[in-house]
């Protein structure tokens, strides 16, 4: 699509929309969110950006190939789990620690890092779909 | 979120730490996503992607030796995932049968995967042969160990969306019109699996089968029937018994020689696997009921597939014929519920994994050595061309039709003895004329691709460089090999197959695996 309007606005659209993903991952740990529908939103704006400029153009934009990132998400997920045999307790364990970051106490955990993963696979593998399908459409 | 404040945990988790033994049961499938993902990432690497991806499975073999070992010396190994208790936590329970099928299912991957260092060209490669392998691995073993059934459904479509993807490597038309017919086929037979689990959820309330083998004991006017008839019809989808069997032969020719010496081998077998879990263990009662249904299947299974095989030219066709045959073989095993019966068929569906790997590879050999040629008709003088390998591929066959020396002989004994024991003599009949058909099947082709001379246009020497013979060779040769050794020392894998059966038909060591404080007698 090629209307002017369109073409201004999608670049701040995928800056809006990607921020925004990583703000539902983020709450998704309390609250409704997660990784895989921050996925789904992270793709649907780099899909936005793909209609607006072309396919070349977000490839050039993500800089690894979308199934690089997926592999990526998938090992961060099950390196996840396994910490937990460092700890002496069954796969897949949550482990949290409470580092203080600028004086505000920041809970991190394993359950955390392996919803991240899930974010990555699910934005690579569903790029890699969704980018094929917009290059057949360029044909 | 503040600091955690001590409460008493010991309702809701798993309070004492694993033996650093019990992680064998989940490194499996983690070790094959963990090196799919890794292959993954390094898609732009293809030549590094054969030597990763083959000590990937040689690992895995290796992990499952080991888990197999641990589980037949110190009994069933229970770990749920998240150190919640079981019923709510993930269980993955590894018995006999479990790590067994597992383990001879890594050699058979191991094999393949070094076959393929020469099958699988850099085009292949670069659609991904060696990560979807080790993603299909890992759900082949997630779904031999783990508990729960839900989970096994999971892992049940991670070996799917896989072998969808190996299907279609390469994206020629006649893999694409394979690949439909095997697509649609499998994803109808997971989508009643998974109704059917959900009935289960509904009736039961549970997911974990230890939990369910205990419940049925006791519960009353429940849907039982249905339920293992609606089991059986999916499961039998999933290991293409007669008549839902129709999507092999239409598919497992189309693909690569090795993806489809991995699906000949491999995948139905996961469908005879939660077979022997669900229907046999869960509900024997039913079984019980179903027998004469399913021993009807596996007559008209085995007679189908041996009339199937005679009547192929195209070897990859016959094979995948055979591997029909097996279905039955084990179909008639489950169908005479005795302990005999389910050991037998246990045996034949470990011998059929390793038989059928090799069959299929030794055919894409024959097929190297004769220029691409399929056919039974157009190939020829194999045996002069290659005295070796015609003498591996002679045992091979007599294996595959229940000869000695090889592996196929004991679980065939085993079969026909069960059946006679319980009284269906027609059962044993439909064994022993089957076999005896896939003989007749097999010579002719030992005759024709073998000792009939070389067609003319036929290069009788193949290209194949020093080191590309080894890749080739040295798989069939370990394959032929350990169903040789299966074949002529049967007491180890029989003992274990023996205590396979047993604990399907008495899981009270499986449930104590799971629930150590509610044992039962």
Known sequence: ?139 | MAAPTPVDLSAALVLTAPLPGDWLLILPPVTMILFGAVLMMLRNRIQWHGGIGVAGLALLVLETGLLLARVAAGGPLTMTMGRWLPPFGIAFTADVLGALMAFVASVAALAAGIFALVDIDSGARRYGFFPFLMLLMAGVTGAFLTGDIFNLYVWFEVLLISSFGLLVLGSEREQIDGGLKYAILNLVGTTLFLITVGYLYGVFGTLNMADIALKVRTIENAPLMTLSALFLMAFAMKAAAFPVNFWLPASYHTPRITVSAIFGGLLTKVGVYALLRVVVMLFPLQREELSTVIAVVAILTMVIAALGMLAQDDLRRMAGFAVILGIGNVLAGIATGTTAGISGAVLYALHSMLTMTALYLIIGRAALLSGGEWRLSGLGGLYAAAPGFAFLSLILFLAVSGLPPASGLWPKVSLVKAALDVGAWWLAGAILVSGFLSTIALARVFLLAYWRPAPERVPGKSTLGRRDQWRVNLPVAVLVLVSLGFGLLPEQPMSLTQSAASSLLEPSAYIRSVFPQKVTP
């Not at chain 1, 897949?92 to 600028?102: A, D, R, S, V």
């Open chain 1, 1 to 139: 699509m090629n209307t002017l309007i369109f073409r201004t606005v999608a670049p701040f659209l995928t800056a809006l929309m990607m921020m925004f993903s990583i703000f539902v991952l983020l709450r998704g740990h309390n609250e409704p969110g997660g990784g895989f529908i921050g996925g789904l939103i992270a793709v649907s704006a780099l899909a936005i950006y793909g209609i607006a400029y072309g396919v070349t153009a977000v490839r050039r934009a993500i800089w690894f190939h979308p199934l690089s990132i997926a592999g990526f998400g998938l090992a961060l997920s099950a390196i996840s789990g396994l910490l937990s045999m460092l700890a002496g307790v069954p796969f897949m364990t949550g482990l949290w620690i409470y580092p203080e970051l600028f004086g505000v106490q920041v809970p991190l955990a394993t359950v955390m890092s392996f919803d991240i993963g899930v974010y990555f696979v699910v934005l690579g593998s569903i790029t890699s779909i969704a980018l094929t399908l917009e290059e057949r459409d360029d044909d």
